[in-house]
């Protein structure tokens, strides 16, 4: 499996239908994404807070990438300059640009 790294410490991990986006600055470690037919599919965060990453997971299954940026990206944790949502905006940018 090709592995792309990028400034900040992230690396994402292109895998066959999806792929993992390691992060840091968050309580998460890392993102599985997988979209099919366009749209996101499934999103599975590792560690973090479980409840409300499963809720945002539900909530963005079933939208457009683009959809889920605009509505995730710029969102803090707290005094972090990132939070979770947002990590997952980025990793989704990164994805639909290749």
Same mark, same amino acid.
Do not use: W
């Given at each position: +499996? ?11 991990? =292109?895998?066959?239908?999806? =792929? %993992?986006?390691?992060?840091?600055? %968050? ?5 599985? /994404?997988?979209?099919?037919?366009? /749209? &996101?599919?499934?999103?599975? =965060? %590792? ?23 605009? @509505?995730?990206?710029? &969102? @803090?944790?707290? =005094?972090?300059? %990132? ?11 990164? +994805?639909?640009?290749?």
């Amino acid at each position: +499996m090709p592995k792309i790294c990028y400034n900040h410490s992230l690396e994402i991990q =292109f895998e066959k239908d999806g =792929f %993992t986006y390691d992060i840091q600055g %968050t309580c998460s470690t890392s993102i599985d /994404v997988e979209l099919k037919d366009g /749209v &996101i599919d499934s999103v599975k =965060f %590792t560690g973090g807070c479980n409840g409300n990453l499963q809720g945002i997971s539900a909530l963005v299954k079933g939208m457009k990438p683009e959809e889920a940026i605009s @509505r995730l990206k710029g &969102i @803090r944790c707290g =005094f972090k300059p %990132t939070s979770c949502p947002d990590q997952l905006a980025h990793a989704l940018e990164e +994805m639909i640009a290749q």
